[in-house]
């Protein structure tokens, strides 16, 4: 999954923003203004940043050495992937979805957008 992919596949979920809150290097998606995936622009390899629920992050740590705790972010909720082939598109996906869903379930029964 290459970054066009990973920010088109973002994007297609509803109520999602694209906002670049650090300056251009880092795309922050959002839903109803919380994050769910960061990704930066300014490393070779392609790497993203997603929430995660803490147990199933250690799972993924420990399984997947291209799964690591998140970078610059709360160690125990958020994972970075490194897309570097280990992990299959849908596997990828499945984190995406995941920390997005993380998010929607946190929101206000008014402010959820399912």
């Given at each position: 999954m290459d970054i066009e992919l990973i920010r088109e596949y973002c994007l297609q979920k509803n109520?999602?923003?694209?906002?670049?809150?650090?300056?251009?290097?880092?795309?922050?998606?959002?839903v109803k203004g919380k994050a769910f995936l960061l990704l930066p622009l300014d490393t070779d390899e392609v790497r993203f940043n997603v929430k995660c629920d803490p147990d199933w992050a250690v799972e993924l740590r420990e399984e997947y050495s291209c799964v690591l705790p998140g970078y610059h972010m709360n160690k125990k909720h958020w994972n970075t992937i490194v897309a570097d082939g280990t992990l299959n598109t849908k596997q990828?996906?499945?984190?995406?979805?995941?920390?997005?869903?993380?998010?929607?379930?946190?929101?206000?029964?008014?402010?959820?957008?399912?």
């Open positions: 109520g999602t923003t694209e906002e670049l809150p650090f300056g251009p290097d880092v795309v922050v998606f959002k990828l996906k499945q984190m995406i979805d995941h920390s997005y869903e993380l998010i929607v379930n946190s929101l206000p029964k008014k402010e959820k957008t399912k």
